[in-house]
Each structure stands twice: as C-alpha cells, then as structure tokens.
C-alpha cells in the first residue's frame, strides 16, 4: 500500500523528467545575464526559473489563445552552471503529451520581445537554440538623408555661382561704362543732366558752386 | 667655375623679359595678371595643393610597412635631396619668367613647348580621378547624417532571418564600400552600368571645384583659407580622441617601432623618393602657375624650404593620428575575437559566466588542450593576433573607407566623428583640386587653343565640365578598377619624365648661369652650393633612378588588379586578377603619350622651321624697306597701349 503510494507520489515528476530529457520537441536555452548586465547583473535562482516557466506559459496562452496553460505545462531539465537548461511545453489536455517544437518555435517567435523585456536581456543574450531570432525592421526612410544633404550642398554651391557669375557681369558693366566715361571727358563735353550712365564713370562728379560747404567760416 | 654644360639656346634674350622690364612690371603692377592679395593666400594655396590624401593614406602605410621609425630616415634625406631643389626650382622659374607652364618652357625653347603640354596633360588625367575619389568622399559624407551610420550593421534579408550573405561573409563596412558605394562587378570587363548616386556625386564634386576656381585665383584664394586650414583642426581633433580611446598608443608604437634593417632594402628607399616626389605635386605645372602670380623679389627660397618642412611635418602628424585610431581599431577586433572565443568555450563546456577573462585565457586553453584535445580540435576557435589587425590593409582608399569608418562606428558619437573625418578628406582633396585645374586650365590660355576674349569662367567651366563627362567612367560598376588603373599609370611615369626634363630644361639649356643671377635678381643672393649641386646633379639622378625602377618593374611583371569578387573561393579577401590586352592599349594612351608629347612637339616644330625657313628668309627680303623694321617698340608699351581702348 505505502508503496504504491510513494509511487504515485514520485512518478509524475519522474516521469516529467523523462519527458523533457528524452524529447525532440524541447528547446535549450542560455542566458548570459553577465554578459548582458555587467554589474547590474542578478543571480539565477529558483525564483528566476520560476519567471522564465510563467513567462513562457504567458507565451503559449498568446500564441494558442488558450487560457488554460500554467506554469506546470513548462518542463525543465538539464539545469547547469552555465545557465542553460532544456525546456518542453506538456499538452493542456494531456500531461504526458508534448506540444510539437514548431507550435512552441512559433509562440516563442511571436513574443520574443516580451520574455527578453521580462528578463531584461537581449537576442544575443537570452538564446533559443534552434529559433533564430527575427532581425528588426530596417529602417525605411521617406527621403534618404543623404539625398537631403545633397540637396542642401547642391543648392549652396548653385547660389555660389549664380552670384559670382552676377557679379563678374556687373563688374564688366562697371568697367565698360567707365571706360565710355572716360573717353566722354576726352571730347570736353561734360553734360549736366547727362545720362546716369555715363557720369557713373567719373568718380568725383560735378562740382556745383551754387552750394558750398563752408561750415568753417560761419562758426560763431 | 667648372666647365659648365649648356646647349646653345638662341634668341632667348628675345622671348623672355629682362630684369629691366621685370622691375618695371612691378612698379606698374601691370593689371593684366592676376596676383596674390596677400602671401598667406600663396603659401596655403601651395601648402594645400601639396598637402593631400597622400600624406593622410599613403605616407602612414609606406612608414608601417618598410620599418617604422626607421622609414624617416630615408624620407628626410630624400625630401632634402630630391623634394626642396625640385619645389624651389618650379618655384624659381615660374617667379622668373611669369608665366604658367607651357609658357615658361615656350620662352625657354620653343621645342620644349612638349613638356607644359605633357604637364598639362598629366593634370587633366590626374585631375579626373583624384575628383572621382572627392565625390566617394562625398557620398560618405553625405550618408553621415544618420544615427546609426549605414555601414554600422548589415542589412537583414527578405524574410528578416539573417543578414545579406555578402555582408554575412565579409563585414558591414566592406559591404557598404564594395556594394552599396560602388556596386562593384567581378571583373574590369563587366561594366555594370552607371551608378547612379555616384555620378550624383561626382556632379557634385565637380560643381563645388568649379564654383571655387571660377576665376582662377581669385576665388581660389578666398577658398583656401577654409580648405587648407580645416585639415589641420580635424587631425587635432582626432588626436586628442584617438588618444583617450583604448589601444591607441599600441597602434603608434607599431608605427614607429623602428626596424632597422628594412634601411638596407633598397625598395625602401625607392619608395621614400617616390612618395617624396608625388607628396610635393611637382611636374603638374600647378607650382609654376602659382608661383608666376608672385611679386618678382619673393623670396622664393624660404617658400620652398617652408612648404616642404610643413609638407613633411603634416606627412609624420597625420601617419600619429591614423596609427593611433587603427590601434584603437586593432585593439577592439582583439577583444572581440577573444571574447567570441571565451563565449564559445563557455557554451561548449557549460562554465558559468565569468569563469575565464582574458587574462586566464590562456592558462585555459593549455588546460583544454591536455585533457580533452579531440573536443578542443573541433572547436576551431580563432587565432586572435594584434599584429594581423594592426597591419590590415591600411592604404589608399581601403584606409579611408573600410578601416577607418569601421573604427568610427565604435566610437561615441560615430556620426559627429564621420562628418569630420570626411569633411577633412574633403578639403585635403580639393586643395590639391586647385592646383591640378590651374595646371589645364593656364596651358589652355597659353595655347590659344580657344578663343582668347572667353572669360576664365567659362575656360573653367569648360575644363569641369569635360572632365565630368570623361569621369563618368569612374562611376560604372567597374569604377573603382579603371581608378586603380589611372593612379597606376596616368600619375607615376609621365610625372618622372616631365620632371627630369624640367631639370635638365633649366639646368643646361635655360643655363644654370643664368638662373644663379636671376634668383641674385629675385632674392638678393646667389643660390649656395647645395642647390647647385642639386639641380644639376643630384635630384636628376634620383628621379632618373626612380623612373628607371618604376619602368622596368612595370614592365617586367604581369599587370594584375585586385577584384571584390562574391563567387571566388577566397571570398572576402579580395582576388588578383589579370588584366585583359585591350587594357594594354589604355595603359600607352595613359603613360605613353604625355611622355612622347615631349619628343613629339619638338619634332614637329623642327619639320615645321625647316620647311617654313624657306619661305620666311624670301619675306624678309621683300620687308627690308619698311620703317617697322628699323624701329623697335618694346612689349610693355605696345601691351600698355592695347589696354587703353
């Protein structure tokens, strides 16, 4: 009698064990928490384990849309100083049935981002061998930046030598009306209400006596 | 003194001005040239146009490479020898004779008209792909301004499982470099197609050199106060990171650990005088046009001396900051490699986190290999060397590109560090730009190949615009394989011809008489026996040996060229490859013709005098009689006149 009772007593977890030791559908995973941490890093114990398994069952309730997955359908095995251990998922219906490793791979996928949160680790740091991990988006830009910078550079260097070009042009201008200045003054002709023009290329102007300057003599 | 050796030169009272005439010209200020405002705008402008990406990637790897603190001692005998007697030669002729560089070798001889049009020709090759690299530069600094920078991390592929397989294999800067810059193809033949975003650059590239030569030294001048100068800030930047970055000091130490024996190498010092010879531009005819702008009595010996010691300085300045981030590179690529090793022995044995560090790594690995040496096999870990990371390929384009954006990306703040590093680059770059356009675009004014009334903006925008439309080459798939080709052989051996024949130009046919007392003219002291013995016998004899070593190493060996090739087996170091033999053809156009345009010219105008003599002896018969004849008006007043209307 006190036989087959410690044999009910202590068959479920051996059995447990072998399921999860024997099985194909279990996954290893390693943590490398100081790696991950440096000095910030906590230490695993049984209350960490605890979290992974809540966290992992958390994992399948979301993928199956199934409420009834708890922390007893997570078996763990093969535990070792590294931190790695082997885990299998047991079927809600059936303890001794295992869920199929594609379903879990699927569920661990789809909320990878959550279990490392829960840990505060990273892709590299808590792995899944077997599950590569899904890579984030690349970045998509509307305008690529450099296109932007080269829009700006293009426009600086275009108004660089519109004026430069401006100001070659009005210098010959300048230049030319001097000279036709110049060769004006060799006729002897000096027009008063000449055109704008030409009297630009005299720098002195007209000297117009009707008004003087002579602020120094009437001083007081 | 000694018989001295000069070739009779008939008529050359007649082409250039005399001392006379000179100081005239200088009291005049005869407005017709253009002149420096002030020295500092000459002296940067020579400094920039010397100072290049040379010193920054050429002279840190030839100083690694060939012994460390060793490689100075031939460097700074050789830019004694060979560097400071060429620069104040160019110098000297361009203050003298006042013109650019088909102008001083017409006055010097007519026949010698073919070196300024090889120096011109150099230029323009030159010019176009040393402006290709500017635009690469470019479109790195361009893709700057961006956290994380693109060549940080690999592109992931389609279904988000991994990276790209080429990225996989090689890294995210060789990738970045080789395929999203680039594109490049497998072999020279494939062309690839035209890059698109790269002739975007090169667009670019052009326009901004344009919009600062516009009027030759005019803007020039202005420009050069931010390019020459920006380098210099940046590299101290550099340094002062560099070295508060972990390993920089062991990459220093590499550097300049000195190996004697390489002196004994005598590829060493050929190497010295090569990068001696192609730091300092010479032979471009760049030097002599900038120099022609200057007063008559500069003092163009100090110039010379100034520009090389700063040349020189800028050289070991910038190899200290390289080396001390390629340290730092080196010194991070050792901590991951251990570190991956560590973490695979961790993993294999299930040891907990923390039980090796780098320190007992070793101590380990002997304790692994004793007790289970099949499981240790099988692990493959990697050597992990400092002396390979420290000495990967670090020169040319592979430096600028791939080492050291790579070593940015681990740095704090990696886009601020790129916009610098790039920006330097920039400015090293177009600085030399200047030079190279000034030595098309004054042989193309002297040439009266086209109009003389064009104004310089449109000669400039001329010359930009054709070297544009010829660079395009640059930006197929195959880009990057036909500018290796043309900085093999556009810029080394037609450079060493021109030079020697600039010496001997000088030296024996203009008369080394003659130039003593135009630098006693100039300066007020005659030239000291080490220039003398310089230009006539010494810097001769080392470019000549020189060239003869490029010539017949060239020669002699297989032309192959280096290949990013995703298929080979070797995958991702890069594939040597031959060259196809249409590439041989190319090679002559690149090389030979500058050189026989010397020979050339001079024999055409040889053909055309006698068969002309002829006829011009019946015409001075016939204008005997004529008062032009009889009176003679000298140049200045005729040219004094002509500007007056």
């Known amino acids: 009698m006190l036989a087959g009772v410690l044999l009910l007593i202590f068959l479920p977890p051996l059995v447990a064990k072998d399921l999860c030791k024997d099985s194909q559908d279990g996954f290893k995973v390693r943590l490398s928490i100081k790696t991950g941490l440096g000095d910030d890093a906590y230490e695993w114990n049984e209350s960490e384990m605890f979290l992974f398994r809540s966290t992992l069952a958390y994992a399948m309730r979301k993928h199956s849309n199934q409420d009834t997955y708890t922390i007893d359908n997570i078996l763990v095995c093969n535990d070792t100083q590294r931190v790695s251990f082997v885990f299998v998922v047991t079927s809600t219906d059936d303890p001794d049935q295992l869920i199929p490793k594609e379903q879990v791979e699927l569920a661990v996928r789809q909320n990878k981002h959550r279990i490392n949160n829960a840990f505060l680790l990273s892709d590299m740091t808590l792995e899944f061998m077997g599950i590569p991990p899904t890579l984030s988006a690349p970045i998509i830009y509307d305008t690529e930046p450099w296109l932007i910078v080269f829009g700006v550079v293009i426009g600086a260097v275009a108004v660089g030598i519109v004026a430069l070009l401006m100001s070659t042009v009005s210098k010959k201008r300048r230049a030319k009306e001097k000279a036709a200045g110049l060769s004006e003054e060799d006729e002897g002709i000096v027009k008063e209400n000449g055109t704008a023009l030409s009297s630009l290329g005299r720098k002195e102007g007209v000297y117009n006596q009707a008004f003087s300057n002579d602020d120094r003599f009437t001083k007081l | ?645």
């Open chain 2, 1 to 645: 003194m000694k018989l001295k050796l000069k070739l009779p030169n008939p008529g050359l009272d007649e082409r250039i001005p005399s001392h006379a005439e000179l100081e005239k010209l200088e009291l005049e200020e005869a407005g017709e040239r253009p002149q420096w405002d002030n020295k500092a705008q000459y002296m940067l402008t020579c400094v920039g146009f010397c100072v290049g990406l040379g010193n920054v990637w050429r002279f840190p790897y030839l100083c690694q490479s060939h012994g460390g603190g060793a490689f100075m001692i031939p460097f700074l005998i050789l830019l004694v020898l060979e560097g400071i007697p060429l620069l104040h030669l160019e110098f000297a002729i361009g203050q003298r004779l006042r013109k650019g560089s088909v102008g001083v070798w017409r006055s010097i001889n007519p026949y010698l008209v073919g070196v300024g049009i090889a120096s011109m020709l150099v230029s323009f090759m030159v010019g176009m792909y040393y402006n290709t690299i500017i635009a690469w530069v470019l479109w790195y600094f361009f893709n700057s301004f961006q956290d994380p920078l693109p060549w940080s991390q690999c592109p992931v592929n389609e279904n988000r499982t991994g990276f790209v397989s080429e990225c996989e294999d090689s890294s995210p800067v060789d990738y970045f470099w080789y395929r999203k810059t680039l594109n490049t193809t497998p072999v020279i033949e494939d062309s690839g197609g035209l890059q698109w975003w790269i002739v975007l650059c090169l667009f670019c590239a052009w326009t901004l050199l344009w919009v600062c030569c516009l009027r030759g030294i005019e803007t020039t001048g202005k420009a050069v106060y931010v390019t020459s100068t920006l380098p210099y800030l940046v590299l101290t930047i550099f340094l002062i990171r560099g070295l508060t970055l972990k390993g920089s000091v062991s990459g220093i130490k590499f550097l300049f650990t000195p190996d004697l024996d390489e002196l004994l190498n005598p590829s060493t010092w050929l190497d010295a005088g090569a990068q001696v010879f192609y730091s300092f531009s010479l032979a471009f005819g760049g030097l002599i046009s900038f120099s022609s702008y200057n007063s008559v009595h500069n003092n163009c010996e100090q110039d010379a001396v100034i520009i090389s010691i700063i040349n020189g300085l800028t050289s070991i300045y910038a190899a200290i900051v390289i080396y001390s981030i390629i340290g730092f590179r080196a010194t991070e690529r050792f901590d991951d490699c251990l570190n991956g090793n560590i973490l695979t022995l961790m993993n294999t044995f299930d040891l907990p986190e923390g039980n090796i560090t780098e320190s007992s790594y070793d101590g380990f690995l002997q304790h692994l290999n004793s007790t289970v040496p099949a499981v240790f096999q099988d692990l493959q870990l990697k050597t992990c060397d400092m002396q390979t990371f420290l000495s990967q390929g670090v020169e040319g384009t592979g430096l600028a590109f791939i080492v050291f954006t790579e070593a940015i990306t681990k740095m704090p703040i990696s886009p601020l560090w790129s916009v610098l590093f790039f920006i330097m680059l920039f400015c090293l770059g177009l600085s030399t730009m200047f030079g190279s356009v000034e030595g098309v675009v004054v042989p193309l004014q002297d040439l009266n190949i086209l109009p003389k009334r064009w104004p310089k903006e449109v000669y400039t925008g001329l010359v930009c615009l054709v070297s544009f439309g010829l660079a395009i080459i640059f930006a197929q798939g195959s880009g990057e394989y036909w500018l290796a080709l043309f900085d093999g052989f556009a810029g080394s051996i037609p450079l060493l011809i021109i030079a020697f024949c600039e010496m001997m130009a000088v030296a024996y046919i203009y008369g080394i008489d003659r130039f003593n007392d135009d630098i006693k003219f100039m300066i007020g002291h005659k030239p000291n026996f080490f220039w003398q013995a310089t230009w006539r016998l010494v810097s001769p004899l080392i470019v000549l040996l020189i060239f003869l070593f490029y010539f017949v190493t060239t020669v002699s060996k297989e032309l192959t060229y280096i290949a990013w090739d995703p298929q080979s087996e070797n995958f991702p170091t890069l594939e040597t490859k031959s060259y196809p033999d249409w590439i041989y053809a190319i090679i002559f156009i690149l090389s030979g013709v500058p050189a026989l345009v010397i020979p050339a010219v001079a024999l055409y105008k040889l053909i055309r005098n006698r068969c002309c003599a002829k006829e011009e002896k019946h015409k001075a018969a016939e204008q005997l009689y004529s008062i032009s004849d009889k009176i003679q008006i000298p140049d200045e007043l005729d040219r004094a006149s002509r500007s007056l209307h």
